[in-house]
């Protein structure tokens, strides 16, 4: 291979292998997806009842859902819109439901509840027909004929005297309710009126939610047309809008950023070239190390996440560095056509050295429980390595004797010169700022590393406070606590769900919760209903009762034949099967609450959530625990505290991957030193920039996580390249303009390309930028005023 830029045969031999792997890897990456699905930022082995949690994020009822608000005009002209959207919604067939306030679409569900109504009703039991339990039914349900519920319930009085239809309602009202304003949901806050829409189709097929939103706004444009609608407007909000405003944010991000490093980065290195061509050869390691990762990362995961994409726009910088210090330090060779031979003695092993450490340093987020950020890691690694590899094989065949240009390089490299004795004759300032930084770190304050999941969303401020106001319009914000049962069969759950009822009811009766939901409420478990219709007597136990039950009273027995002949057909039909209410709106309400797990064995267990409303004081999730102590099989859930004590479980663990990861880097130098002095010399700036860096962000304000961790961790692998070159210059004499213009126009590229990141508005990418891009100049600097230092003494 020594031979191989003198020699045409092999240097073809290169271009073609170069070609061949390029094509490979492009077939590959062709028939990859792509996704932009944010549960890849979401923790890939959570605890039991957090996976619950995660899969209802990504995949159930609730990433299913959107919340709509119409605005504008006057509460007639907004309530004849929701009813208008909520008729064309309704008839497309590609929603579940569609609710607004209107009672129209749940005719034909009330008579199949009426029919029911000794299944569903909680009241039912043998006390309940005994002559004593009709006659105080009965007379219930004669003084409420005066009330606003009497209309309702008077037309029902010789068939259901008893009032189970009324109980079953009661039952059924939601602990808290949206207002009604002219006939269809509204805000308490603002003239708006609100609807709730569940889509068909899987939470995480984004395309599909795409479509459906589309459809939600034509719908609404078409609503607008008419002309005394025309100044509405519509606002929509939830889990599915998210995902795919984050999925098309994401896309265009990844382009900007592309675009913005190339033509930034380029335009840096036409000035320091003063050459098109050394500017197009110097992206081929770029261009060879973003087809390497993505292709690395099809193989490893099957998809390639967009945000994964959007990191790799940092590899136009770092990937480019070795392309600089190939195109530079080639040069200045005796003879023609040898530049590249003093190249691979000269600095090879440097640059080599220098991809070990990065590797070591991204290496750690493999190992990461978010499979975003290994795959992170995984594009990293492969990037980087492809660069490399292009640059050592690829550029002597190409550039024999590196950039032909000058520009503006001998300047920077004089400039260079100037700056590095500067800073070596201000050294000791470097330590007054670590004493500054150290004060900054130990001054009391909260825990250092903070931040939770929700840190990780692309989704904008403002969307975000507009999903609140629409979940408070319609009486749906986020239950904080649920109880969760889990059971081996449907059956299992709703009975573990309606031991639990009986016992959360004595926490409502005593005030310590203002109510709950349960799955049992709207389907009772099979055993429940068979014990309910079994209590049912026959027609002439019944009509004997009834006779006594009202005897003196104003409603005869003789009028309630249809009751009589109504319980003995409930005495004949079966006990209800989930399957039952297909098609009615009770299926999605009950799917919310009662649905079984994805996966396979035991991972397929059937869950029952029951979300719990607070009364007067917040919920006493302990309190809780307590009154169910003893049922197997349920968990009470603080959503928050679970989610934030996941985020601390991988805070902790990305904690000792980076610790692990420098300590394999530290390692690395070790064995390449083997130098005490010369590895305690090298690692200090490096120890220094990250020092300087995390006070930096803690003295700004900003709020530390995982991903601001991540970062550190770059800051030491990317660092440690410069480090080593300062640190083979001090063992090899002065250094020439070239090699100090090279140096800092690799450190440019680099600060660009992740401040670039920094103004993301992707959180996880920015992050990353926030940190890299003032530790990578602050390595550079740092490793200029403590290793070159070394080198002047020698030289002197």
Not at 98 to 104: A, Y
Not at 768 to 786: D, E, F, H, N, Y
Request: charged share 15%; net charge neutral.
């Amino acid at each position: 291979m020594s031979e191989l830029p003198q020699r045409p045969a092999r240097r073809a031999t290169a271009l073609l292998v170069w070609a061949v792997v390029m094509l490979a890897a492009g077939w590959l990456i062709a028939r990859t997806p792509f996704s932009a699905d944010l549960s890849a930022f979401l923790p890939a082995s959570p605890e039991p009842a957090q996976r619950v949690l995660l899969e209802q994020l990504h995949s159930g009822v609730a990433a299913r859902t959107l919340m709509l608000g119409v605005e504008g005009g006057d509460a007639r002209q907004r309530a004849d819109a929701s009813r208008r959207l909520a008729t064309t919604l309704r008839a497309s067939g590609h929603f579940e439901q569609v609710h607004n306030g209107d009672q129209e679409a749940w005719a034909t569900t009330g008579e199949w509840v009426f029919r029911h109504r000794y299944h569903l009703s909680p009241a039912v039991d043998a006390e309940r027909f005994s002559v004593a339990g009709l006659r105080a039914a009965i007379d219930e349900t004669l003084s409420l004929l005066g009330t606003p519920a009497g209309a309702a319930l008077k037309p029902l009085l010789d068939s259901d005297p008893t009032g189970e239809t009324q109980r079953i309602a009661e039952a059924l009202l939601p602990a808290q309710g949206p207002r009604i304003e002219e006939g269809v949901w509204a805000s308490r806050r603002a003239p708006r009126a609100v609807l709730m829409l569940q889509g068909r189709v899987a939470g995480g097929d984004l395309q599909a939610q795409a479509a459906l939103i589309a459809e939600v706004r034509a719908a609404f444009a078409a609503v607008q047309r008419e002309p005394a609608l025309a100044g509405l407007q519509l606002q929509i909000s939830g889990p599915p809008l998210f995902a795919v405003d984050s999925r098309e944010r994401i896309e265009t991000e990844v382009i900007e950023l592309a675009i913005a490093g190339t033509l930034v980065i380029g335009a840096l290195l036409l000035l320091a070239f003063g050459s098109l061509s050394a500017v197009a050869i110097a992206f081929v390691p770029v261009a060879s190390g973003v087809v390497a990762g993505i292709a690395a990362v099809a193989l490893g995961f099957g998809s390639v996440h967009g945000m994964t994409l959007g990191f790799g726009s940092t590899l136009i910088g770092e990937a480019v560095d070795y392309a600089i210090y190939y195109l530079i330090q080639a040069r200045g060779a005796a003879q023609p056509g040898q530049g590249w031979r003093h190249w691979l003695v000269q600095s090879w092993p440097t640059v080599r050295l220098g991809l070990l450490t990065s590797v070591c340093g991204f290496a750690a987020l493999l190992f990461s429980g978010f499979p975003g950020l290994a795959q992170l890691g995984l594009f990293s690694i492969a990037g980087l390595c492809g660069a490399a590899a292009a640059t050592r094989w690829l550029l002597p065949a190409l550039r024999p004797d590196g950039a032909p240009g000058v520009g503006l390089r001998r300047w920077l490299g004089v400039q260079a010169g100037h700056g590095i004795a500067g800073l070596q004759r201000a050294r000791r300032w470097v330590w007054l700022l670590a004493a500054v930084a150290l004060a900054v770190l130990a001054w009391p304050r909260g825990p250092l590393w903070h931040g939770d999941l929700s840190s990780l969303s692309p989704v904008p401020r403002a969307l975000m406070a507009l999903d609140t106001d629409l979940r408070a319009d319609l009486a749906a914000s986020d239950a904080g606590t649920l109880v969760i049962a889990q059971a081996a069969s449907a059956e299992a759950a709703l009975q573990a769900a309606e031991a639990a009822g009986a016992r959360l009811d004595a926490l409502v009766a005593e005030g310590g919760l203002g109510g709950y939901d349960s799955p049992a409420r709207w389907l009772p478990s099979l055993a429940t209903q068979r014990a309910r219709l079994a209590s049912l007597p026959e027609a002439p136990v019944l009509a004997a009762r009834l006779a006594e039950a009202t005897a003196g009273g104003p409603l005869k027995a003789e009028r309630l034949q249809p009751f009589v002949a109504q319980v003995q057909a409930a005495r004949a039909l079966p006990p209800i099967e989930p399957a039952a209410l297909a098609g009615t709106p009770l299926a999605p309400l009950l799917e919310a609450m009662l649905f079984q797990r994805s996966g396979s064995g035991s991972d397929r267990a059937w869950v029952a959530l029951l979300p719990l409303q607070p009364g007067a004081q917040p919920i006493d999730a302990a309190a809780v625990r307590t009154a169910l102590q003893g049922l197997p099989g349920l968990q009470v859930v603080d959503i928050k505290h679970e989610l934030d004590s996941l985020y601390q479980r991988y805070l902790r663990e990305a904690l000792w991957q980076s610790a692990l990861g420098a300590a394999a880097l530290v390692l690395l130098l070790a064995v390449a030193l083997r130098s005490a002095r010369r590895l305690l010399v090298l690692c200090l700036p490096l120890g220094l920039a990250v020092l300087l860096t995390l006070a930096g962000l803690v003295a700004a304000g900003v709020p530390l996580g995982i991903l601001h961790l991540v970062g550190l961790l770059l800051v030491v692998a990317v660092g440690s390249n410069y480090a080593l070159f300062f640190d083979q210059l001090a063992q090899g004499g002065p250094a020439d303009a070239d090699t100090l213009a090279s140096l800092l126009l690799a450190n440019a590229t680099t600060v660009i390309s992740f401040g670039l990141i920094a103004q993301s508005k992707i959180p996880a990418l920015a992050a990353i930028g926030q940190v890299v891009a003032p530790g990578a100049l602050l390595a550079l600097l740092l490793s200029a005023a403590c290793i070159r230092s070394r080198m002047t003494r020698r030289s002197a």
